[in-house]
């Protein structure tokens, strides 16, 4: 059995690698397709497959998924040419024949309102258009979204967001990637759909308080108008565009979009989600 993980030069795909691994999965059936094939040496090293493969190139996602049984289509990264890439794969898998096409979502993709969810929305439709058998693994924000801030967050002294009192069912990388992996190597998984979120949702003042608790610095919770977010966002280098878009998913949040109650990524990984506050305890040790 064949697995494909694209995109698996970054951080996500890493984290599926090694939960393949550790899942009993045999080196050589599992592919590591991405661009920075050099990032994935250590995997190499361990008897993974390792394949150069660009969303945008379709000789090249061809080859990648020659002989494969199972994909993983994690959502590329550039915002606005997702729909085209994923595209891609999805015609390749279907030319392959491939038994089983899982693809990394967005939580509630089908009644958020949210405008990252756009081509989420659109890679779904174009999945149940294509005949090939998919699965949908919708995941829910990443603590990392939040974590990986923490330098910026304790120099500025406040989480600053739109988000008001709404809460967002995170769970680390590493949950949704052994969920990932556990879909992958099960039977029967066509036609499910998996919404995946922490078991405990936080508000950003939550957040704040658990940054204050892990680094015994007082952190407050700055709730900003989305317009004014969007402009601190675009006045620290993030892009106007997406900047834009990251507002918005607060006011998302705000409405409720990003929770998840459905326990399915406890489920699938058979112990309790990464809570915030342990995530924020290692983030604020490491930094």
């Known amino acids: 059995m064949s697995i494909v993980v694209t995109g698996a030069t970054g951080q996500l795909g890493r984290h599926v690698l090694e939960a393949l691994l550790e899942r009993g ?29 660009d969303y945008a190139d379709a000789g ?22 997702r729909v085209d890439q994923h595209r891609t794969v999805i015609e390749a898998a279907r030319a392959e024949g491939v038994e089983l096409l899982a693809y990394t979502s967005i939580a509630n993709a089908d009644t958020t309102a949210m405008l990252l969810a756009d ?58 990637a052994h969920a990932a992996a556990a879909v992958l190597v099960a039977d029967d998984q066509a036609g499910k759909v998996y ?15 658990e940054i204050s608790a892990a680094t015994g610095k007082s952190i407050s919770y700055n709730d900003l108008p989305a317009g004014e977010y969007a402009g601190l966002l675009a006045s620290v280098g993030v892009p106007e565009a997406f900047a ?10 705000a409405r409720g979009d990003l929770l998840v109650s459905t326990g399915d990524l406890r489920r699938l990984i058979g112990r309790p989600t990464t809570s915030l506050g342990r995530a924020v305890r290692a983030a604020a040790a490491a930094a």
């Open 25 to 53: 999965v045999p080196a050589g059936e599992i592919v590591a397709a991405g661009r920075s094939v050099e990032k994935l040496a250590d995997f190499a090293g361990r008897g993974v497959q390792v394949k150069a493969m």
């Open 60 to 81: 090249s996602v061809a080859a990648a998924l020659k002989g494969a049984k199972r994909v993983l289509l994690i959502s590329g990264s550039e915002v606005g040419q």
């Open 119 to 176: 081509e989420h929305k659109a890679t779904e439709a174009l999945l149940r258009e294509s005949g090939v058998p998919f699965v949908l693994l919708r995941n829910g924000w990443y603590l990392e979204n939040y974590t990986e801030q923490l330098p910026g967050t304790l120099a500025q002294g406040a989480v600053a967001g739109s988000a008001g009192d709404g809460k967002v069912s995170g769970a680390s990388r590493a949950d949704y």
């Open 195 to 209: 919404e995946l979120g922490g078991d405990d949702a936080f508000s950003m003042a939550d957040l704040a308080s």
């Open 244 to 253: 834009e878009i990251l507002a918005d998913s607060d006011l998302g949040i």
